[in-house]
């Protein structure tokens, strides 16, 4: 892998896992505390490696995709779960 689409790659998680870090400045509806941003940075990151490896890879532009598309539901869905607990599972939030 390239060095320098690691270093996007992280530096895209870092802006997004800023955005709740900002928000709990300022409301209380925002509530984080280090493992969340552990847990979020390794999903983040790894959907970013997983993309980044998929378009490298995968030639096909249709496959590539639907690829890209099933890891986005696949982030989403293991995101919402540890939230909120969609599906009722041990790791689901409060």
């Known amino acids: 892998m390239n060095s320098r689409r690691l270093k ?3 530096i895209a998680v870092i802006v997004l896992l800023l955005i709740p870090f900002i928000s709990m400045q300022f409301t209380d509806e925002v509530n984080w505390g280090p493992l ?3 847990v979020a940075g390794v999903l ?3 959907a ?3 993309f980044d490896l998929v378009i490298r890879k995968v030639k096909n532009a249709n496959y590539r995709i639907a690829i890209i598309i099933a890891v986005l539901i696949a982030l989403l869905l293991i995101w919402a779960e540890l ?3 969609v599906f009722g599972t041990p ?3 409060n």
Do not use: K, N
Request: proline residues 0%; hydrophobic residues 70%; glycine residues 16%.
């Open 44 to 46: 983040l990151l790894a």
């Open 91 to 93: 790791f689901s939030g």
């Open 8 to 10: 996007i790659i992280l």
């Open 83 to 85: 939230a909120v607990g």
């Open 48 to 50: 970013g490696l997983v």
């Open 36 to 38: 969340d941003f552990v």
